[in-house]
């Protein structure tokens, strides 16, 4: 069971996907992602946004797709 293949959580970025930004100098750069990134969706948030997990994390929520 991971928040991975939970029925409130929604993909945000795969591990291994590429990402860009600029440096200091203004130079592009480019990385990988080292993990895969979640936005868990079980609870609303009282304020700001909802909350990002790892695929390792787990809560008491889990429900399975």
Same mark, same amino acid.
């Given at each position: 069971?991971?928040? +991975?293949?939970? #029925?409130? !959580? $929604?993909? /945000?970025?795969? @591990?291994? +996907?590429?990402? !860009?930004? /600029? %440096?200091?100098?203004? =130079? =592009?750069?480019?990385? #990988?992602? $080292? $993990? #895969?990134?979640? =936005?868990?969706?079980?609870?609303?948030? /009282?304020? &700001? !946004?909802?909350?990002?997990? !790892?695929? +390792? %994390?787990?809560? &008491?929520?889990? @429900? +399975? =797709?």
């Amino acid at each position: 069971m991971t928040c +991975e293949r939970c #029925t409130f !959580s $929604q993909i /945000l970025i795969n @591990k291994g +996907e590429n990402y !860009s930004f /600029l %440096d200091p100098n203004g =130079e =592009e750069v480019v990385r #990988t992602h $080292q $993990q #895969t990134i979640l =936005e868990c969706r079980a609870m609303p948030p /009282l304020a &700001g !946004s909802w909350p990002h997990v !790892s695929t +390792e %994390d787990w809560c &008491g929520y889990f @429900k +399975e =797709e």
